[in-house]
């Protein structure tokens, strides 16, 4: 074995509570105001551009990012505290999310100056949505098999393929996509790929929607005719994407949203058994929340990690695995749990409409981000096994 | 769980290293082992690590003794001193002084029920208790007239029914039929029964995560080293797959015990917090031990069946531990009656004050 693995138990410091509540305050308006029903998950289309600007405006967006880009220098804990909030309320986080955990952090790291002055102020203000360009129809988890083509012509590349399962295509202002500039070596399969940051206003770009067997369309296929992108639009080293894409993965992979997915069947879970449950329902329910309790102390924990500088790449991808497995799960131990209760109960009938919704989402959430097999294998490499 | 630098806790990895090797008390049926090791841990003070040094302990914070049962849990101890160590604990919790020698509590399980008469005597019975006839003096919670009260009781003065463990340790009947006890005190207040099951768990907890540890690092040593089909068995995707799924339990466990033993040190009682802590902790070990072990045997095919191989000694007392101090069925009942009695809007709040 290379090394431990370190769970250390991090509490979130007094200034993350203080800050909950303001963001307890802040969806109480929102929900109050009829921005969005708490008990409906994202089931529509429910794009919310003004809701994402009024956190921007409360400095939510960007958090971490130094204040030169409109951000505001607070910790990864407080980062954490506003996503669970969000997630656990139902927030309409689409237009914005990406782009506050994954899209920022890349464009700080890997843009020029310029860019970086013009576009992550935009995020900050909750103006900009992101979408990621990774799967292509030939290839998913793996990565490196990308094909679509940046081809070199004067002051910038022309873009040609297409890319699939791509959330929030249809609404983005901007794609962080990999482009194959040059094909891979016999010695590095994964040499050859570039990542890109891609204006989705710019011509030669269609997005095709894809309906969801959930009955969302967050899904598209977006492809490249002669699409320019210029020269300062690369981010990093050209050829050298797979030195990055891994770079950033336990920032993505160990946060709240790895397991509060599907939450909102056990809040209606536990309202439908009733303040009095039988032995049967109280262990179930019980079980649920010490495995919720446990995968929580987990997240934060990596959480804290990161804040001190560490890199706990293994611990963040363990999160992930059972944190997906338990929230693709849940919908089908509630059911379990809810098979008798009374169907006159006054909630009965919002428990099995979520209860469906979270069965026909749960498939995705093991797919997504890196696919439980990918996930493992990462582990198994950590544990000295490759 | 792994303190930057814990003197007290590397004192007992050492003592386990020297005198607790796992290869040799297997080999050892005689049982030779017992006697120096306990001297030695008795020596470093270690068995009374949570007992004040004006009571004649050692005065170790709880964080301190909470990483040693951790590191007994990774050597599989098969000695009395996470129950030395929780009965000091509950004797001085009512200012009673330890004496010399191994200790265990009473009860062990959180519907078992002793009874203190108006007489001074002790009465009733106690099962599953870990090490009751290797124990001089029982640390006993008992219940009495205004409450509970503390009593330090000389194990000669029980009758003790012997029975052993899933892990092979002393796991005993032990009856009270009008037992004097040496010394009784009151209980602090707010102090009951649950508040002892609670950190009974605790403790229980990080032994399982404990003992998951070195299951995952003999596991993972053993398929590098496990030739099959001209391979080590290792290098096949559903043998990395079922160790990843190991390293998965194994890390639900440790964190799941480090977080419930750093919220009992920071707590000033047996509260809601602490309770869904421990109790979560209880749980879900609990499960990790009955996933984690399944695993760590089918790596190790037959091999790890045999009496011969040290595998079956951390995963059966993994497995054993599930039952003291209350069951993962029991505290899952638990919690979710109090989670349902404060109700579906309060159950985030709850989990997100941790």
């Not at chain 2, 930057?4 to 090797?21: K, M």
């Not at chain 2, 030779?32 to 090791?37: D, S, V």
């Not at chain 2, 003096?137 to 029980?158: P, R």
């Not at chain 2, 010394?183 to 029964?193: C, E, K």
Request: proline share 4%; net charge negative; charged share 20%.
């Amino acid at each position: 074995m290379t090394a431990a693995l370190r769970f250390d138990p991090i509490r979130l410091p007094p200034v993350c509570e203080q800050l909950r509540q303001e963001v307890r305050a802040f969806l109480a308006e929102e929900i109050a105001a009829g921005t969005f029903d708490p008990h409906k998950p994202q089931r529509e289309d429910n794009d919310a551009p003004e809701f994402s600007r009024r956190v921007g405006e409360r400095g939510w967006l960007g958090m971490t990012w130094p204040k030169k880009y409109g951000g505001h220098e607070r910790t990864f804990l407080e980062r954490y505290v506003v996503t669970e909030e969000m997630r656990v309320a139902n927030a309409p986080t689409r237009r914005f999310f990406v782009a506050d955990r994954q899209s920022g952090p890349v464009l700080l790291k890997y843009a020029p100056e310029h860019i970086k002055m013009d576009i992550l102020p935009r995020i900050c203000r909750g103006e900009l949505c992101f979408a990621i360009g990774m799967s292509e129809p030939n290839s998913g988890s793996d990565l490196f098999a990308a094909k679509t083509k940046a081809t070199k012509t004067d002051g910038g590349y022309l873009i040609n393929g297409a890319k699939i399962w791509t959330t929030s295509a249809h609404i983005a202002d901007y794609m962080i996509a990999i482009f194959r500039t040059s094909p891979s070596t016999k010695e590095n399969r994964r040499h050859g790929l570039t990542q890109f940051l891609v204006n989705m206003k710019s011509p030669g770009i269609k997005v095709n929607p894809i309906a969801q067997i959930t009955g969302q369309r967050e899904f598209n296929e977006v492809v490249f005719t002669d699409a320019f992108v210029p020269d300062d639009h690369v981010l990093g080293e050209i050829d050298g994407a797979w030195k990055q894409a891994t770079s950033e993965l336990a920032y993505e992979r160990s946060g709240p949203e790895r397991f509060l997915e599907t939450y909102y069947v056990l809040t209606e879970l536990v309202r439908a058994l009733g303040p009095e449950p039988d032995t049967r329902g109280a262990e179930g329910i019980g079980r649920l929340v010490a495995q919720l309790h446990t995968m929580r102390r987990m997240s934060v924990s990596v959480a804290g990690m990161l804040q001190a500088g560490k890199e706990p790449v293994v611990e963040a991808s363990i999160v992930k695995d059972i944190g997906t497995v338990w929230e693709q799960q849940l919908p089908h131990r509630v059911r379990e749990l809810a098979a008798f209760v009374d169907a006159e109960d006054s909630n009965h009938a919002t428990l099995d409409e979520l209860t469906a919704f979270a069965t026909k989402l749960a498939p995705k959430l093991t797919i997504q981000g890196g696919t439980t097999e990918v996930l493992r294998g990462i582990i198994a490499r950590g544990l000295g096994l490759r | 769980m792994e303190t930057e630098s814990n003197i007290v806790a590397e004192t007992a990895e050492r003592i386990f290293a020297d005198l607790a090797d796992a290869q040799a008390i297997n080999a050892d049926h005689a049982g030779g082992w017992k006697a120096p090791l306990w001297q030695a841990l008795t020596e470093s003070g270690l068995p009374l690590s949570w007992v004040a040094e004006d009571f004649g302990g050692a005065g170790a914070s709880l964080a301190d003794g909470f990483a040693v049962l951790n590191a007994a849990g990774r050597a599989a101890l098969p000695a009395p001193l996470a129950e030395t160590m929780l009965a000091g604990w509950l004797l001085a919790q009512a200012g009673i002084a330890s004496l010399d020698g191994a200790m265990t509590v009473v009860p062990a399980h959180p519907k078992d029920r002793i009874v203190l008469g108006h007489d001074g005597c002790l009465s009733g019975g106690a099962r599953g208790v870990p090490f009751g006839h290797e124990a001089k003096h029982i640390a006993v919670l008992a219940h009495g007239d205004k409450g509970a009260v503390v009593a330090l009781v000389d194990a000669a003065a029980c009758r003790i029914d012997e029975g052993t463990s899933l892990g092979g340790d002393a796991l005993d009947v032990v009856s009270f039929d009008a037992v004097v006890p040496l010394q009784t005190a009151s209980a602090p207040r707010g102090f009951d029964q649950t508040a002892l099951m609670l950190m009974g768990c605790v403790v229980r907890s990080l032994q399982i995560a404990g003992s998951l540890e070195t299951l995952l690092a003999i596991s993972v040593a053993y398929a590098n080293q496990r030739v099959a089909f001209e391979k080590k068995i290792g290098q096949f995707q559903a043998v990395q797959h079922n160790l990843a799924k190991l390293a998965g339990e194994t890390s639900a466990a440790l964190a799941a015990a480090t977080s419930a033993a750093d919220a009992i040190c920071s707590a000033a009682s047996f509260d809601d917090a602490v309770f869904l802590e421990a109790a979560a902790a209880k749980i879900r070990c609990a499960e990790a031990a009955e996933k984690g072990a399944a695993i760590a045997h089918q790596v190790h095919g037959a091999i790890g069946f045999t009496e011969e191989h040290i595998l079956h000694r951390y995963s059966l007392r993994a497995l054993g531990w599930r039952d003291d101090f209350g069951s993962e069925s029991h505290w899952a009942v638990e919690l979710g009656r109090l989670v349902a009695g404060r109700g579906a809007d309060d159950l985030w709040p709850l989990v997100a004050s941790r």
